[in-house]
């Protein structure tokens, strides 16, 4: 096993990633920008290096942070998710410099980077994929193709970025006009933000499902999934709500998670990574796309399955087999996960920097708190509005929810606005709490966003804040 390990990212998933490190006996290197020197996760690490005086730019210096690593004498560096979790380059670069990317080797990245290639690779395989074009030829032959799939398949009809990724770069359009105006813009967009002004058409699904299977992968040709997740809750093609299992019938369950274990194997590979599909009213299912890296919502599988996911890349990344076979793998309980942001529900999710005067988060039975924030801490505007995720595990859904809201009942953040009391409407929605829901949820249910904002009165704050103090800063995060 690797005695070092350099973390190329910053909050939640960095100090994730450490602690399966530390577990493993693993020494962390941390890497920060200037403008994130107040970061949670340089203090969790074992040294921390400034790789520049950013803000955003530095955390994607692949040279930076290969000199950093190499310095260190780190042996390896683990991506994290965002920012360059998903570059080719630097997967490629860190193996040029003699260091091992936790992550699948370059081609696999480029493959399933491209939503394009991805969906043909999969359809070659017999996989169902969701019908839709190749890459938008320019000028009028772009119209034509445009026009004749309209016509084949009817509105709505997704304009998709081909190097999309975070829920941005996607656009639905309602007819013709709409259509013709998403791609031209869905260009020059996809241009600036993915450096890549590819688009393609997909077929837009009504009312879909989000259901994605966790896959693992080794270099000794073992591939295993570890079950399923439901993420239909979303605002902005975003996720916000996931949860394990995804309560699917069985047949359709062995079904998708066989699929995506040929998609695992078509694609050759390697550390963990998720098959996204939809799911359309009638059961079907459609290959989405692939992430080929560690997701935000990973901590719901290992809450039902109990893999370490974080600890599994890393052996894989050593050349070591997988520690578990299929036959290993039990699912138990249920589990949801929430993404407490700094964003006002109330303004369309506006991100909502700022102090966090008070921060106490919850505990007990079944909690787990993947978090990056502090009491005192300044939350920079230039990085992820995620403040921390919540993930709570039950013997059954029923008891999932109640914990959930339990634990939101507990978990005080003061200083800016979160979306603590919007995910506190969420779980007592009846919708919600018998799983009746889609990705059109949010849009469908906006008698949620009518809380009154719960504002502590000043005498308990002051009574809280006094206690916490005595506790010394940041006890639970
Ligand atoms: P997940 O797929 O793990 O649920 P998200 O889609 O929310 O997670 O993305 C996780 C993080 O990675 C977000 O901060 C998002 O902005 C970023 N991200 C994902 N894909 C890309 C991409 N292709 N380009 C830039 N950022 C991305
Ligand atoms: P990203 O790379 O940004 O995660 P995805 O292709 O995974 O993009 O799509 C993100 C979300 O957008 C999906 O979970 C779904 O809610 C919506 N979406 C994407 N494609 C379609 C489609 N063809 N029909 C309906 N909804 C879609
Ligand atoms: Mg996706």
Known sequence: MF?????????????????????????????????????????????????????????????????????SQ????????????????????????????????????????????????????????????????AGVEGKEIATAFAEKRRFPIMVKAVAGGGGRGIR????????????EIGRSEAKMAFG????????????????????????????????????????????????????LPEDLCNTICDTAVRAARASNYLSAGTVEFLLDQDDNYFFL??????????????????????????????????????????FRGSSIELRITAED??????????????????????VRIDGAVYQGYEIPRFYDSMLCKLTVYGHTWREAVDRLRRSLDSFLIAGVKTTIPYYKQIVTDPDFINRNFDTSYIETHPQLLNYQEEVPPLGKLAILVAEINALGSNPYA
């Open 3 to 71: 005695k070092k390990l350099l973390v190329a990212n910053r909050g939640e998933i960095a100090i994730r990633i450490m602690r399966s490190a530390q577990e493993l006996g693993i020494k962390t290197v941390a890497v920060y920008e200037e403008t994130d020197k107040t970061a949670m996760h340089i203090m969790r690490a074992d040294e921390a290096i400034c790789i520049g005086s950013g803000p955003r730019r530095d955390y994607l210096n692949i040279e930076r942070i290969i000199q950093a690593a190499q310095s």
């Open 345 to 366: 529900p109330k303004s369309n999710f506006m991100p909502n920097p700022g102090l966090i005067e008070l921060y106490q988060s919850p505990g007990g039975h079944g």
């Open 74 to 137: 780190a042996e390896a560096i683990h991506p994290g998710y965002g920012f360059l979790a998903e570059n080719p380059a630097f997967s490629k670069q860190c193996t040029e410099a003699g260091l091992v990317f936790v992550g699948p080797p370059p081609q696999v990245i480029i493959d399933m980077g491209s939503k394009v290639i991805a969906r043909r690779v999969m359809a070659e395989a017999g996989i169902p994929v969701v019908p839709g074009t190749q890459v938008l030829p």
């Open 172 to 183: 639905v359009a309602q007819n013709m006009d709409e259509l013709v105006k998403f791609i």
């Open 289 to 330: 796309e692939v992430n080929t890296r560690i997701q935000v919502e990973h901590t719901v599988t290992e809450m039902v399955t109990g893999i370490d996911i974080v600890r599994e890349q890393l052996l894989v990344a050593a050349g070591q087999p997988l520690s578990v076979t299929q036959e290993d793998i039990f």
């Open 196 to 247: 890549n002004d590819e688009v393609y058409l997909e077929k837009g699904i009504t009312n879909p499902r989000h259901i994605e299977v966790q896959i693992l992968a080794d270099g000794c040709g073992n591939v295993i999934h570890l079950g399923t997740r439901n993420c239909s809750i979303q605002r902005r093609h975003q996720k916000m709500i996931e949860i394990a299992p995804a309560f």
